[in-house]
C-alpha cells in the first residue's frame, strides 16, 4: 500500500483518500481501522452478506457508515 501511495504520489501527484475492497469475501472490523490509520477517509466494499444486502435493499437504506474501531479498546 505505502509502495503504490509513493508511486501515486511521485508519478502522478496525487494522495488517495479513498480505498476499495472489490469483490472480497469478508471485511474484518480492522479494515477500516487499518485504512484510517493510513490517512484514507473512504472505505467502499463490494460486497455484503446477502440477507444484510436484500434488507437494506428492502428499507432503502443501502449506504451505512462503517466506523473503524477505535485505537484504545
Do not use: I, T
Not at 501511495?5 to 472489490?22: D, I, N
Not at 477517509?41 to 473503524?68: A, H, I, M, S, T
Request: charged content about 30%; aromatic content about 16%; proline content about 3%.
Amino acid at each position: 500500500m505505502m509502495q503504490g501511495h509513493a508511486f501515486l504520489k511521485k508519478e502522478f501527484g496525487l494522495v488517495p483518500r479513498a480505498a476499495w475492497l472489490l469483490d472480497s469475501f469478508g471485511h474484518s472490523a480492522g479494515n477500516a481501522r487499518l485504512y484510517a490509520d493510513m490517512g484514507l477517509e473512504g472505505l467502499f466494499v463490494g460486497r455484503l452478506d446477502k440477507r444484510d444486502n436484500q434488507k437494506r435493499y428492502e428499507d432503502k437504506k443501502l449506504n451505512y457508515l462503517w466506523r473503524p474501531f477505535s485505537k484504545h479498546f
